[in-house]
């Protein structure tokens, strides 16, 4: 029959298939039609063969995150704390526009996963050897981290728009249509706010007036001055 999933072989299931799978799924049908059932589709293969590796929907969906976290390459050694910190957020930026469905696996469960940890570990680390005090390294993770998943999957919405036809026309119409009497400067800037929904210069603009606010702020201190 045209479209049957091929069985897959009897003892060659394996955890790291059935991630292989689940991936597949959640980047051809999104993350909102991942299931366990889908996923033993997929494989050919009954959805209880599938808990004998993992206890539940949740179990696998953090297997998936952690298996795309695993790429984010560690950070890089022998340069300065504001490179390191450039190279963590355009590394995970580029996984995150690689898997798109790694947005939305981050959003959901976001303190699940020991790869998120290692990713996390490798930035506060750099921070604390910079001379970030406890809290202020504790923040600025947080900021940098919630700005790449929003700044990115920002860009990701933004780019399956313009992929759409319809929804690329309605935006078109809806800044068309606005007042330039009841918004000057929104109509003024169209094109330059048009131009600022994503890429490269954008993401290293914001990212660059995150670093100039740290370096020019008492963010950062000698190593012996955090001693609490």
């Not at 355009?90 to 303190?111: F, W």
Request: charged share 25%; net charge negative; hydrophobic share 40%.
């Amino acid at each position: 029959m045209a479209g049957a999933k091929t069985r897959t072989p009897r003892n060659t299931l394996n955890p790291e298939l059935i991630v292989r799978a689940a991936l597949d799924l959640m980047e051809t049908k999104g993350t909102d039609a991942f299931s366990l059932r889908g996923v033993a589709a997929e494989l050919g293969v009954g959805p209880m063969a599938l808990y004998t590796y993992f206890r539940n929907k949740d179990d696998l969906y953090d297997a998936v995150r952690n298996h795309l976290m695993a790429l984010v390459p560690a950070v890089p050694e022998g340069e300065s704390w504001p490179d390191q910190v450039r190279a963590v957020c355009r590394d995970l930026r580029r996984l995150l526009l690689e898997h798109p469905c790694l947005a939305q696996l981050l959003g959901s469960r976001p303190l699940s996963g020991h790869e998120t940890a290692r990713v996390a570990e490798g930035l506060l680390g750099v921070l604390r050897s910079a001379g970030f005090d406890k809290e202020t390294a504790a923040r600025t993770h947080t900021t940098l981290f919630t700005y790449v998943l929003g700044a990115t999957s920002w860009e990701i919405q933004m780019a399956t728009e313009r992929r759409d036809p319809e929804a690329w026309r309605r935006l078109r119409t809806t800044m068309e249509s606005l007042s330039s009497a009841e918004f000057p400067t929104v109509v003024e800037l169209a094109p330059e706010l048009a131009r600022t929904t994503g890429g490269d210069e954008q993401f290293d603009y914001g990212l660059d007036l995150l670093l100039a606010g740290l370096e020019s702020s008492n963010a950062v201190r000698t190593p012996a001055s955090r001693s609490r």
